[in-house]
């Protein structure tokens, strides 16, 4: 079955540190892969995308996240935190050529700290 | 560009009240999506249609249905809401395409109450 593992309900960090939220997946073949940010009462935004090429890719507000294919994973990182970098940030993939059903992670919620 | 609408964006209802949500879209998506997020659950694919005329169920589609009125428009129905039903729900849209760049392309959410 497909599916998207984000092992942390929360991530705690003090602002000007480096931050990790942590994505593995399972889906067959060679997927997309996207970090989406909800901010409260808010829909989920784009933050950055995989699709194919250098292992480290570049997103909005200084994130960036690295493929690892062999460990199936795609964290999200950041090198110095900011307090307005807390929200809900969701991991998803979807299988090549597939318009429906992005899979979904369960959300994983950063907090930074001043 | 408005992108993706949802209304209403609170409601608060009886147990046993139904109601449906409204979602349009303005990007000529051809996929549309209703999700629920619950605490701890993420998101969960309640039903989504393909293309128009199209529907499918999720994850979870049990107490619900949905209508493809038209190209725009994806609407979800409650016909007996029940508490378990209480929860914040996302329409979301997306092509081919669009997935490729930035994936889907959400409303703000429908935060549903049932008492």
């Known amino acids: 079955a497909q599916s998207v593992a984000q092992p942390e309900d929360q991530v705690n960090v003090a602002e000007g540190n480096p931050l990790t939220v942590k994505c593995t997946y399972s889906v067959s073949g060679n997927p997309y892969l996207f970090w989406y940010v909800q901010y409260p009462n808010r829909g989920l935004q784009f933050l950055l995308k995989y699709i194919t090429g250098d292992n480290l890719v570049k997103g909005s507000y200084g994130f960036e996240a690295e493929f690892n294919k062999s460990q199936t994973s795609f964290h999200l990182k950041k090198p110095s935190a900011l307090v307005s970098d807390s929200a809900l940030y969701f991991c998803a993939v979807s299988p090549v050529g597939s318009a429906s059903k992005i899979i979904f992670g369960s959300g994983t919620r950063l907090s930074i700290r001043p | 560009n408005a992108g993706v609408t949802q209304t209403p964006k609170f409601q608060v209802l009886k147990t046993g009240q139904s109601m449906t949500l409204q979602c349009a879209q303005d990007m000529n998506h051809n996929s549309m999506y209703w999700y629920r997020q619950d605490p701890g659950m993420g998101l969960r694919l309640i039903y989504y249609?393909?293309?128009?005329?199209?529907?499918d169920k999720g994850e979870v589609p049990n107490g619900y249905n949905v209508s493809r009125l038209n190209k725009r428009e994806f609407s979800l129905r409650l016909e007996s809401a029940a508490p378990s039903q209480t929860s914040v729900y996302f329409c979301a849209s997306s092509e081919v395409l669009s997935v490729r760049d930035y994936g889907y392309t959400f409303g703000s959410g429908t935060r549903l109450t049932v008492v």
């Open positions: 249609s393909a293309s128009e005329g199209t529907t």
